[in-house]
């Protein structure tokens, strides 16, 4: 069975910085595409930064703030979040599709979820 597995979150004061990591078991994320997506309360889930066909896009959002990147020896993702701000404060999930059709930061185009992580930015 398919598992992703996100960890890393957690509270961090404005500013601050967090790793997120996403594991896979099942499948080789080499092979996918794999998105990063958060929904904050009461909003709708959104797509934050992705990887596919080795090309890399992230929502205007957090473009010079996070970064993606994958590491194959360990068959994970990460998301790197630098200058986190409370807007930033989040359930951030990762995903994973071996087909994606034409939007990497559509939720839609994916087909493997992990559970979330939370993000808290707070002073």
């Known amino acids: 069975q398919v598992q992703l597995v996100e960890s890393g979150g957690g509270l961090v004061q404005p500013g601050g910085s967090l790793r997120l990591s996403c594991a896979a078991s099942?499948?080789?994320?080499?092979?996918?595409?794999v998105g990063w997506f958060r929904q904050a309360p009461g909003k709708a889930r959104e797509g934050v930064s992705c990887?596919?066909?080795?090309?890399?896009y992230s929502a205007n959002s957090v473009k010079g703030r996070f970064t993606i990147s994958r590491d194959i020896a360990n068959n994970t993702v990460y998301l790197e979040m630098n200058n986190l701000q409370p807007e930033d404060t989040a359930v951030y999930y990762c995903?994973?599709?071996?087909?994606?059709?034409?939007?990497?930061?559509?939720?839609?185009?994916?087909?493997?979820w992990g559970q979330g992580t939370q993000v808290t930015v707070s002073s």
């Open positions: 995903a994973a599709t071996l087909y994606l059709d034409t939007d990497c930061l559509e939720e839609s185009e994916y087909d493997y």
């Open positions: 099942e499948i080789t994320l080499n092979f996918h595409d």
């Open positions: 990887v596919s066909d080795g090309s890399i």
